[in-house]
């Protein structure tokens, strides 16, 4: 299976005095789908046959950014926005053949879109020559935005299956994180975290 993709990145940065700067990056990527998204092995046996439909993704991103670095405080803020078309479930559903119990059908559910937007902080404050202290905050609103129908035909006939994940959080991914750290550096090249 061959299936072509691009991606296009932009970005730009101005700084504003010797302390601080902001960013700007866009970008559009044309992506293949995850191989367990475009063939499948059935799981009852050895048999490799390609998904019932599957098509690129595709991601519109932008993220906005500020940075502040001196000599005993650095910190960097941002925001994206990125809007994700076509991003398939991360394996295929398994539906049951009703004329074979035993036989399981991977479905590829390819269609759905889903809106990832965010704020995420990081920052170092560096309290004396030995003893730094960092922190980050992380704060992102990832849902799916859509619903789908798709038909697949198998040994002779169609089954149709809906999927409907409009307002659902995207899973497997932590869209709120906080963390902190002590960095002690006793001697030069020799640190704990």
């Known amino acids: 299976v061959t299936i ?3 991606t296009y990145k932009m970005g730009a940065s ?3 005095d010797d302390l601080q700067s902001a960013f700007v990056n866009t970008g559009y990527i044309d992506k293949a789908q995850r191989f367990n998204n475009v063939l499948y092995q059935n799981r009852t046996g050895n048999k490799i046959a390609l998904a019932n439909n599957y098509e690129n993704e595709k991601i519109y991103a932008v993220e906005l950014g500020y940075s502040f670095r001196s000599s005993s405080f650095s910190g960097n803020l941002n925001a994206y926005y990125t809007y994700w078309l076509n991003n398939p479930l991360d394996s295929p559903i398994a539906l049951r053949d009703p004329n ?3 036989e399981v059908i991977p479905l590829n559910i390819p269609g759905i879109d889903a809106l990832h937007r965010g704020a995420e902080l990081d920052f170092a404050y560096k309290m004396n020559k ?3 202290f960092e922190g980050l905050i992380s704060i992102g609103n990832w849902k799916w935005n859509s619903s789908e129908s ?3 035909s198998y040994r ?3 089954y149709n299956y809906s ?3 409009k307002g659902v959080h995207v899973g497997d991914a932590a869209q709120i994180q906080y963390g902190a750290m002590v ?3 006793p001697i030069k090249s020799l640190y704990f975290k």
């Open 163 to 165: 999927f409907n994940a």
């Open 150 to 152: 798709v038909n697949v």
């Open 4 to 6: 072509p993709t691009f």
């Open 14 to 16: 101005y700084n504003i």
């Open 156 to 158: 002779d006939t169609t």
């Open 130 to 132: 030995k003893l730094t």
């Open 183 to 185: 960095r002690y550096e």
């Open 100 to 102: 074979d119990p035993l």
